[in-house]
């Protein structure tokens, strides 16, 4: 498991925006009884260096996904938001901090031992976001 992290939100339609604080790609599913909310993301977005306010980005270059009861990966440092929707709406964001590689023994130990959770070897996550990446580069679906 390649994650550090997993973010649970409720009714949440987060606004355009690039994440910053994400390392390696991003998993989201959505579950719930609601209607929209579906996933729009810029796999061509240029980065913040190119052009600072991702509001700028063309709603036209925009993907769509529907993460309704299925899982999407995206790279979360590209735009994207979610769109405006109505009912219960669940979302789970699956994503790895950076530097966790350099997490204290001690705080892995406790994690594994006490928590049943493993915080990932960074050259085995990084062998998987590859494999992943790829694999989602030759369906169309990230770059």
């Known amino acids: ?10 009714d949440y339609a987060a606004a355009r925006h690039r994440d910053i ?3 390696g790609l ?7 009884d609601f209607k929209g909310g579906r996933l729009r993301y810029w796999p061509s977005d240029p ?15 925009a993907r769509v996904a529907d993460v309704r009861g299925r899982s999407v990966v995206v790279n979360s440092t590209q735009a994207h938001e979610v769109e405006r929707f109505s009912g219960t709406r ?6 790895s901090v ?4 350099r997490c204290a023994p001690e705080v892995r130990e406790a994690l594994g031992g006490q928590c049943g959770l493993a ?6 996550a990084e062998q998987t976001f590859t494999a ?12």
């Open 90 to 95: 669940f979302s789970l964001v699956y994503f």
């Open 98 to 101: 950076p530097s966790f590689e």
């Open 21 to 23: 604080n994400n390392v």
């Open 119 to 124: 915080i990932p070897d960074a050259g085995r």
């Open 47 to 61: 980065g913040a260096h190119a052009m600072p306010d991702p509001a700028s980005l063309k709603a036209s270059a």
């Open 132 to 143: 992943v990446r790829a694999w989602m580069a030759g369906r169309g679906a990230i770059k």
């Open 1 to 10: 498991f390649p994650f550090t992290t997993i973010c649970v939100n409720r």
């Open 26 to 32: 991003s998993v989201i599913r959505a579950l719930g």
